[in-house]
């Protein structure tokens, strides 16, 4: 009766991306999966290949009043909630027409996989530089 308590105890604390050993405990964290990258072998990867090109592909360079294109930097604080949802906290930068440009494109990223800790949804903060 002892044995099955001590196996049933066992098996029911269990929990995928935890592991103890001893008096430690190590607790494993997946970054959220971009769709399309669900297959992938190396999904940490794919999120950033897939992210640089929504940036290549949907960020619309704003220009002066000349007509001429104006670049700059910024510097992107986010993160991808527990339901897969990207936030926006802040983007940072000197040029005002490129930060709102940044801010528009970040609103097309798609919904994804939350990313999880010890096997449970939670929310990956993220800091983007970006020379644009």
């Not at 430690?24 to 794919?46: L, M, N």
């Not at 897939?50 to 949907?58: A, F």
């Not at 220009?63 to 802040?90: A, L, P, Q, Y």
Request: hydrophobic share 35%; glycine share 8%; proline share 5%.
């Amino acid at each position: 009766m002892f044995c099955f308590f001590l196996l049933t105890g066992t098996f029911v604390f269990a929990q995928d991306d935890v592991d103890v050993k001893g008096n430690t405990i190590t607790v494993r964290e997946k970054a959220p999966v971009w769709p399309g990258c669900e297959g992938s072998e190396d999904q940490k990867t794919c999120f950033n290949q897939k992210l640089m090109e929504h940036v290549k592909n949907n960020y619309k360079y704003p220009r002066n009043d000349k007509g001429e294109f104006i670049r700059g930097k910024v510097v992107v604080k986010m993160h991808v909630d527990e339901e897969g949802k990207t936030f926006v906290n802040s983007v940072k930068g000197d040029q005002k027409q490129v930060i709102a440009a940044v801010e528009n494109m970040l609103k097309k990223i798609p919904e994804m996989k939350p990313g999880t800790r010890g096997g449970k949804p939670t929310k990956i903060s993220y800091t983007l530089p970006l020379n644009l």
